[in-house]
RNA sequence: GGCGAAGUGGCCGAGUGGUCAGGCAGAGGUCUGCAAAACCUUGUACAGCGGUUCGAAUCCGCUCUUCGCCUCCA
């Protein structure tokens, strides 16, 4: 079996192999830190912790990049336009770094809630302009670049295929009926600025060989992403909408740069929409994630958005989150039945559902047949416990193992605990455990005695308390609700 | 206008030629002190019209509709 992974530059799926053998080199965009985070932010880096666990997994060393833009890009290419951090800046009366490190932690607070892993590295923008003004050079240097009024342009023309990621390749047609602004440096419109000279407001700016100012807004994932993981990367991720001209621009940059490939495999994940409508910032719609965690469980957003695949349009609704909700529960009280279990005798084979699920990941990350072959072995298993045989005790610890496997590590739902805060919560759990445990057994008193009013009452302020308890034919099982 | 996606049962959402996706909701049943859970049973789905084929949700053509990108955006 091997992973095939749909590349967007070829637009089908392909066989992956990594550049070296067991190590994959992955870059995938972050976020631009002028605001909190958003549903549309949570599929896309979900989709990605996918990947990076998956490959994880199957047993590839995975270097894992994720950059901060903390450097305001302006609101367009022209060269008019706003820094978006620095807008964000005025309007809470603060100076840029503050509003980027504040929306950084916010960012990663989020993610966190979300289960997602941290990148390895995180690079800001900022800390690599050295790197950037080299690249810009280079880029001078080979006569892809030119400077103009302290201003540096990428030539577009300069470098055969520019937009075969987008399918925009025809830039004459492009700038067919547009004429070039004869206030704009640029030789040709669809150049794009790799350094820009600032002017006297400007807060944000840098010393370079052109002018004082700041580097384009194509620049920093190039620089950044090949600073860390060389100049052919396996993978880069972004969301879709990145795809022109933001990718576009980053290839041509880069392979003028280097003559060589720069991304192998180009991975990009669809948008998130509210009523069929694309969420976004600058739409006035996006679903902030803080607010959605006040009455959802995250990893209830999470399973919500593993249910459909990264490459689709993922429609979000009240309604159906709340059915991922239910869904998430049954997985949960199946994993919980099983690890309460009395000893059958009855086998259970594991095996055809790891198949079908490492299949499904394998098939480009299909996280939604991946998650109904969780449904079917939950109701298999749950079948076996009905039976008069039960199940074993090694095939139960199976079945948990498999869970574990699956559920929890490759998909990263059922616990998100990360791996230092695991051992830590499993012994504060293993208190409460103790604690209701000697409370199920005074109900199970009461039971006995027909003193249905007592044992309902410890069963519903067990339940106030977050606690839900279900007499199963396997005994007493408690799970213990999110505080959603 | 150019480039690119997509239209699946009440809702969400997989599926690329022939056997079942899956979840949620609904209906009936089993179990249970009650509740919850679980299990069983239950659905003439594939935008429309043509075509290819022994056979199409799945391939081809046309039509209609929706969405993304072409300014920043996950």
């Given at each position: 079996?091997?992973?095939?992974?749909?590349?967007?530059?070829?637009?089908?799926?392909?066989?992956?192999?990594?550049?070296?053998?067991?190590?994959?080199?992955?870059?995938?965009?972050?976020?631009?830190?002028?605001?909190?985070?958003?549903?549309?932010?949570?599929?896309?880096?979900?989709?990605?912790?996918?990947?990076?666990?998956?490959?994880?997994?199957?047993?590839?060393?995975?270097?894992?990049?994720?950059?901060?833009?903390?450097?305001?890009?302006?609101?367009?290419?022209?060269?008019?336009?706003?820094?978006?951090?620095?807008?964000?800046?005025?309007?809470?009366?603060?100076?840029?770094?503050e509003?980027?490190?504040?929306?950084?932690?916010?960012?990663?607070?989020?993610?966190?809630?979300?289960?997602?892993?941290?990148?390895?590295?995180?690079?800001?923008?900022?800390?690599?302009?050295?790197?950037?003004?080299?690249?810009?050079e280079?880029?001078i240097?080979?006569?892809?670049?030119?400077?103009?009024?302290?201003?540096?342009?990428?030539?577009?023309?300069?470098?055969?295929?520019y937009?075969?990621?987008?399918?925009?390749?025809?830039?004459?047609?492009?700038?067919?009926?547009?004429?070039?602004?004869?206030?704009?440096?640029?030789?040709?419109?669809?150049?794009?600025?790799?350094?820009?000279?600032?002017?006297?407001?400007?807060?944000?700016?840098?010393?370079?060989?052109?002018?004082?100012?700041?580097?384009?807004?194509?620049?920093?994932?190039?620089?950044?992403?090949?600073?860390?993981l060389?100049?052919?990367?396996?993978?880069?991720g972004g969301?879709?909408?990145?795809?022109f001209?933001?990718?576009?621009?980053?290839?041509?940059?880069?392979?003028?740069?280097?003559?060589?490939?720069?991304?192998?495999?180009?991975?990009?994940?669809?948008?998130?929409?509210?009523?069929?409508?694309?969420?976004?910032?600058?739409l006035k719609?996006?679903?902030?994630?803080?607010?959605?965690?006040?009455?959802?469980?995250?990893?209830v957003i999470?399973?919500?958005?593993?249910?459909?695949?990264?490459?689709?349009?993922?429609?979000?609704?009240?309604?159906?989150?709340?059915?991922?909700?239910?869904?998430?529960e049954?997985?949960?009280?199946?994993?919980?039945?099983?690890?309460?279990?009395?000893?059958?005798?009855?086998?259970?084979?594991?095996?055809?559902?790891?198949?079908?699920?490492?299949?499904?990941m394998?098939?480009?990350?299909?996280t939604?047949?991946?998650?109904?072959?969780?449904?079917?072995?939950?109701?298999?298993i749950?079948?076996?416990?009905d039976s008069?045989?039960?199940?074993?005790?090694?095939?139960?610890k199976?079945?948990?193992?498999?869970?574990?496997?699956?559920?929890?590590?490759?998909?990263?739902?059922?616990?998100?605990?990360?791996?230092?805060?695991?051992?830590?919560?499993?012994?504060?759990?293993?208190?409460?455990?103790?604690?209701?445990?000697?409370?199920?057994?005074?109900?199970a008193?009461?039971?006995k005695n027909?003193?249905?009013?007592?044992?309902?009452?410890?069963?519903?302020?067990?339940?106030?308390?977050?606690?839900?308890?279900?007499?199963?034919?396997?005994?007493?099982?408690?799970?213990?609700?999110?505080?959603?």
């Amino acid at each position: 079996m091997s992973l095939f992974i749909y590349n967007s530059l070829s637009r089908s799926k392909e066989r992956f192999e990594p550049l070296l053998p067991g190590m994959v080199s992955m870059y995938v965009c972050g976020p631009t830190v002028y605001g909190h985070a958003h549903l549309g932010h949570a599929k896309s880096y979900v989709s990605f912790d996918i990947v990076v666990r998956w490959l994880r997994q199957s047993g590839y060393r995975v270097k894992y990049i994720q950059n901060i833009t903390d450097v305001g890009h302006l609101t367009d290419d022209a060269d008019e336009g706003e820094d978006k951090i620095t807008k964000q800046a005025h309007l809470e009366k603060t100076d840029p770094m503050e509003i980027a490190q504040f929306y950084t932690r916010s960012f990663y607070e989020d993610m966190d809630r979300l289960g997602i892993l941290r990148p390895n590295i995180a690079p800001a923008a900022t800390a690599h302009i050295p790197e950037q003004i080299a690249l810009v050079e280079r880029l001078i240097k080979s006569g892809h670049a030119y400077e103009s009024n302290g201003n540096v342009y990428f030539s577009v023309k300069s470098f055969n295929g520019y937009g075969k990621l987008s399918g925009r390749t025809d830039q004459d047609a492009l700038q067919s009926g547009l004429r070039v602004d004869v206030r704009s440096d640029k030789k040709e419109l669809s150049d794009f600025a790799l350094w820009k000279k600032a002017d006297e407001r400007h807060l944000m700016k840098w010393n370079s060989p052109w002018s004082i100012g700041y580097p384009g807004w194509h620049l920093e994932c190039s620089a950044m992403s090949m600073k860390y993981l060389g100049e052919s990367l396996d993978i880069h991720g972004g969301g879709m909408e990145n795809k022109f001209p933001h990718h576009d621009c980053e290839i041509a940059q880069s392979e003028a740069a280097t003559g060589k490939p720069y991304v192998r495999y180009w991975m990009h994940n669809n948008m998130v929409t509210i009523n069929g409508i694309k969420m976004g910032k600058s739409l006035k719609n996006s679903v902030n994630l803080k607010d959605l965690f006040l009455e959802i469980d995250p990893l209830v957003i999470r399973f919500f958005i593993l249910q459909s695949h990264y490459r689709s349009q993922l429609d979000y609704s009240e309604t159906a989150i709340r059915a991922s909700q239910t869904g998430l529960e049954k997985l949960r009280e199946t994993q919980n039945r099983v690890r309460v279990q009395k000893p059958g005798k009855g086998g259970f084979d594991c095996t055809p559902f790891a198949h079908r699920f490492a299949e499904a990941m394998d098939d480009d990350f299909n996280t939604p047949v991946a998650i109904a072959v969780l449904f079917e072995l939950s109701k298999a298993i749950n079948t076996a416990l009905d039976s008069a045989e039960g199940v074993a005790e090694n095939s139960a610890k199976e079945v948990l193992a498999f869970f574990e496997s699956t559920a929890m590590r490759t998909l990263g739902l059922l616990n998100h605990y990360n791996s230092d805060g695991y051992t830590e919560a499993k012994e504060s759990w293993q208190k409460l455990g103790k604690v209701i445990h000697i409370l199920l057994e005074m109900r199970a008193e009461a039971r006995k005695n027909k003193d249905f009013a007592l044992s309902d009452k410890i069963r519903d302020q067990l339940i106030e308390a977050g606690i839900e308890i279900k007499d199963t034919k396997e005994g007493v099982s408690w799970s213990s609700k999110e505080s959603s």
